[in-house]
Structures are given as C-alpha cells and as structure tokens.
C-alpha cells in the first residue's frame, strides 16, 4: 500500500516554472515506478512522464518533452516520507490542468489504467 499526496500546485504566468512535489508513504518507495499524469477541465487523464525505480531513466509525453522534468529522491527507502518531483519549464496555458502523480509496481507504463496508486491531485494554471 503507498499513500500518495501531491503539493505545489499554483498560478503561474506562461512562460514560468514551477515545481510540483508528490510526497510517498507506505511499502518501500523504491519498489515502484512513479508516474506524473494530468487531467485539464473536459479532457482524458493525459500521460505526462515517468521515473524509474531506482531513478535512472525518464519518459515524457509528446506535449511536454524538452519542458518538463522528472526526478524522485530514493534515500529513505523505507516507509517514511519520499518524494517525486515534476518540474517545469516554459509553461504555457494549455498546461493548465490537475496534476496527479501515481505509483505502479510494474516497469514502464503510460496509461493510466495500469497505475495502481493516485493521489488526489493538485491544480496548475497557467494564465496568458
């Protein structure tokens, strides 16, 4: 079981960045990929990245490689607190959305079907 919460989402200004966080508790944090998604207002759950397990490779989707950024802290490694972080860059208004950062025990994974953890969420805007 992981206990996923989200923070850090706010109002930027296009061509901003921000940093959102998604803090993760329960089984040990390296044993699943983590997974960044976003949901804007009338649209499908959109693939926005992933991290590896052990942290050594990424993938993004379409819309936002080169701009965003995913990294996690493995060190505490236990049940306490860890963290993934999505960070980006050159933000437009068409990356307003709410972000929801997920946890699969599997490798890979760009759908949002095969995640089996969510946290409820946090809101970006990004105003023009």
């Known amino acids: 079981q992981v206990q996923l919460v989200e923070s850090g989402g706010r109002l930027v200004q296009a061509g901003g960045s921000l940093r959102i966080s998604c803090a993760a508790s329960?089984?040990?944090?390296?044993?699943?990929?983590m997974g960044w998604f976003r949901q804007g207002s009338g649209n499908d759950r959109e693939f926005v990245g992933h991290?590896?397990?052990?942290?050594?490779?990424?993938?993004?989707?379409?819309?936002v490689k080169g701009r965003f950024t995913i990294s996690r802290d493995n060190s505490k490694n236990t049940v306490y607190q860890n963290t993934v972080y999505l960070n980006m860059n050159n933000l437009k208004p068409e990356d307003t959305a709410v972000y929801y950062c997920?946890?699969?025990?599997?490798?890979?994974?760009?759908?949002?079907?095969?995640?089996?953890?969510w946290g409820q969420g946090t809101q970006v805007t990004v105003s023009s």
């Open positions: 997920a946890a699969r025990f599997l490798s890979g994974g760009s759908r949002w079907e095969e995640y089996d953890y």
């Open positions: 329960g089984r040990a944090f390296s044993e699943y990929t």
């Open positions: 991290i590896t397990k052990n942290g050594a490779s990424t993938a993004y989707g379409d819309s």
